[in-house]
């Protein structure tokens, strides 16, 4: 489970703040890495991305019934005020249910695309289980399996 940071704990005064955001980054980028490896593999129709999916996913259309999963996600109203306040109060649901789910983590804003510096927005990883288990429930990241295994195709028969 995740560890609450200590009450006393200032982010300003620590002294290896620059080491702490490095190891941030890494773990996000190996978090992202990890999960493009999975949907290269598994088709994102057949991934269980946590044992709450399915809570997870009835949760976000009850909360969130205007979201799309298709669409490319508007990072400025997902980090309003309004939508600040709606996706805590979503993700606190989850604060003792499931692993690091305030850790910062890589989402792609839109399913058609990889992951590019451009394409990608850091959200807290129940945004992006949420985000990603309705793609994956509507088939939208499948066409990263279906592209992999054509390259892998692809090469093999080139040999």
Do not use: C
């Not at 992202?32 to 009835?58: A, C, H, Q, R």
């Amino acid at each position: 489970m995740s560890h609450p940071v200590p009450a006393n704990f200032d982010s300003e005064q620590a002294e290896n703040l620059e080491d702490i955001e490095k190891q941030f980054a890494v773990k996000a980028v190996q978090h992202m890495t990890t999960y493009w490896g999975l949907l290269e593999n598994v088709p994102g129709s057949k991934l269980k991305l946590t044992k709450f999916d399915d809570e997870i996913y009835e949760h976000l259309k009850r909360d969130f019934p205007e979201f799309d999963p298709e669409a490319t996600i508007n990072e400025d109203e997902m980090k309003s005020k309004r939508g600040k306040e709606r996706w805590r109060k979503f993700m606190m649901a989850y604060e003792k249910k499931v692993d690091d789910y305030n850790f910062g983590t890589i989402l792609r804003s839109n399913s058609k695309w990889e992951y590019g510096n451009e394409e990608t927005i850091f959200v807290p990883r129940m945004q992006f289980y949420a985000v990603e288990i309705a793609r994956n429930r509507n088939g939208l990241n499948d066409w990263i399996h279906e592209k992999h295994q054509n390259e892998k195709n692809e090469i093999t028969s080139s040999n």
